[in-house]
């Protein structure tokens, strides 16, 4: 077993999610390979600023545009997207998911018993939908207009149609072939994914996969299914026994971090980038192709796996619910409100919209966890940098910082002005 103190939990994580020491990637090229080490690029159709998983990647790859990831993903073919916690994941694992699939589709115990029974209960049209893929090629719910199909209460769609396409998509026949407006367009598997990936793992290599896939993503993981269950497919049962396999191989290694409660698991290859941070060092493969995160802060997307679903406690201390979803009344901070990562700590957050009128980028409100910040030059100037980025990003033309109250750092993010942020970068 392996100890480690708090501060090389929290840089590992971050680094392997590429957020620290500072971005090193670029690009399409780039993008691809952050999508990667993320393990999964979560997907959510929400756009204030930005969508989400725009946001992540910003933080992740120099000279992001939004956008990117679609072209890796449908243009290139990079990668696929799937599942009912929705993400994209490389194609080159597309066999592996095909069992999960599979699963889905036969109501394997673990797995999501309403897929299966969507396909019996609208069996007609979900023949119905595979004779029109043929046909046409590419097919869109909003192809269907709701007169002339059967009304449904599923909270996956509200017509046979939609329901039928979503059974395909997730039990494999069919992919997304691109999207508009975020809507899915679904074509059949064989006109969108090479033909040598449209097979099946051996079913025990798949869950070592899956398990070394959630290992991954988390950095650090606990592997207790309420964590893990909106995107791992490994029955449940079988979790003990393959993780000790998996330990006893050295594909895994039990982590223990002082302060932490539990136990947790690390890939066995990412001992020696362990060793490394716990010595001190930053990682060679780590090394930021231009600012550090101390340099410039970053904002983390609301859906980021470094500070999502309560996991910002555990690793900043830093109480970060996104409260999108709650009453205006309920709301402590705001709608869709980014914490900062400056170095690699969490030290505060904002909330903030785009005004497409005038496109301006508007703080609506900005939160320190320290109030010392507020008079500290070197934040000033790296929060001054990470706005710089950030609304180069949106492609605003200018900031309205009125908001934040502290003079110092107010008046070196009104300064900004995006025609200087190439001099700058």
Known sequence: MLTIDSATARRFILGKQGLWPGRRRQGLDGTAQAMREMEYLQLDPLQIVARSQDIKLYGRVLDYTPGLWEQVTYDQRQFFDWGGWLAVRPMDELPHWRVVMR????????????????????????????????????????????????????????????????????????????????????????????????????????????????????????????????????????????????????????????????????????????????????????????TTTTDEVVFLAPLDPVSARGRAKILFDFDYVWEVYKPVDKRKFGYYTLPILWGDRLVGRFDSKLDRTTNTFVILGFWLEDGALGTDEAFAEALAHGFARFVTFLGADKVDAAAIEEPLLRGRVAEIQTSKVSENF
Not at 165 to 193: D, I, S
Not at 205 to 211: G, N, P
Not at 229 to 237: F, K, N
Not at 268 to 288: F, K, N, T
């Open 103 to 290: 699963r889905e589709h036969d109501g394997d115990p673990g797995h999501d018993s309403r897929i299966r029974q969507m396909g019996i209960e609208h069996a007609e049209a979900v023949a119905e939908m595979r004779t029109i893929l043929r046909e046409r090629g590419t097919v869109s719910n909003r192809d269907f207009k709701m007169a002339t199909r059967t009304r449904t209460q599923s909270y996956r769609g509200r017509k046979d149609s939609a329901l039928a396409l979503y059974y395909l998509w997730r039990t494999g026949e069919v992919m997304t072939h691109h999207r508009e407006n975020f809507e899915r367009v679904y074509a059949l598997a064989e006109t969108v994914a090479p033909a040598g990936l449209l097979r099946e793992s051996d079913a025990d290599e798949v869950d070592r996969f899956l398990i070394r896939k959630d290992v991954a993503f988390a950095g650090l993981s606990r592997m207790n299914r309420a964590q893990d269950s909106y995107h791992r497919g490994v029955p449940s049962s079988r979790v003990p026994a393959i993780r000790q396999a998996m330990v006893a191989d050295g594909e895994l290694i039990v982590v223990k971090v002082e302060g932490w409660k539990f136990l947790h698991y690390a890939l066995g290859q990412d001992a020696g980038l362990l060793s490394d941070l716990s010595a001190g060092r930053v990682p060679a493969e780590w090394q930021p192709l231009e």
